[in-house]
């Protein structure tokens, strides 16, 4: 079935770095535009990057701009996250969501679990 | 900070209806671009539930409806039902951001 399943969460110290990955499983990956979307405990959503299919086209909130980089194997069918000069702030759920329609109309079709990223000393 | 605007919290009875607003600007709903809606069962990824304004994927109850008009849009829950109860989320484009954009975020109480 259609699925993303999301890894390399933790705990990491400010400052630090981590990589996050998403496997894609029962669709084309290289068809569609993927995201990441992140929750902080008890907030709302938080749309974070997107990455076309082609990985020519990518783009990211203000809050994370030049910290975070989206990337994709769609050989590997898989979708990364690298966080680097991670804060406090950055302390959330990290979601992968699947894009459905244009880059301007797009909705979250399908979303992973989720993988918790926590951010202290 | 999210751009859309949603209330806090509504609350019906079961059977009632419910709506929940989502207001936003001339950059993002105003300027034309879609609204999606999702449905978030505590402990669990949201789950799309309306997406181009109006449209339900399979599955999806048609108890739930979408609208927009202006710089807003809606979303209905008939027939309201005890497993309902989750916390809602609208989404758009925003141009001025060049990006994506949720909204706050509505709890769903079923009396």
């Known amino acids: 079935q259609v699925q993303l399943v999301e890894s390399g969460g933790g705990l990491v110290k400010p400052g630090g770095s981590l990589r996050l990955s998403c496997a894609a499983s029962g669709f084309t990956f290289s068809d569609y535009y993927m995201s990441w979307i992140r929750q902080a405990p008890g907030k709302g959503l938080e749309w974070v990057s997107y990455i076309s299919s082609s990985s020519s086209y990518t783009n990211y909130a203000d809050s994370v701009k030049g910290r975070f980089t989206i990337s994709r194997d769609n050989a590997k069918n898989s979708l990364y996250l690298q966080m680097n000069s991670l804060r406090a702030e950055d302390t959330a759920v990290y979601y992968c969501a699947r894009e459905r329609g244009g880059m301007t109309t797009s909705a979250f079709d399908i979303w992973g679990q989720g993988t918790m990223v926590t951010v202290s000393s | 900070q999210s751009v859309l605007t949603q209330p806090p919290s509504v609350s019906g009875a079961p059977g009632q209806r419910v709506t929940i607003s989502c207001t936003g600007s001339s950059s993002n709903i105003g300027a034309g671009y879609d609204v999606h809606w999702y449905q978030q069962l505590p402990g669990t990824a949201p789950k799309l539930l309306i997406y181009?304004?109006?449209n339900r994927p399979s599955g999806v109850p048609d108890r739930f409806s979408g609208s927009k008009s202006g710089t807003s849009a809606s979303l209905a829950i008939s027939g309201l039902q005890a497993e309902d109860e989750a916390d809602y989320y609208c989404q758009s484009y925003d141009s001025s951001l060049s990006g994506y954009v949720f909204g706050t975020g509505t709890k769903v109480t079923v009396l």
């Open positions: 181009g304004n109006s």
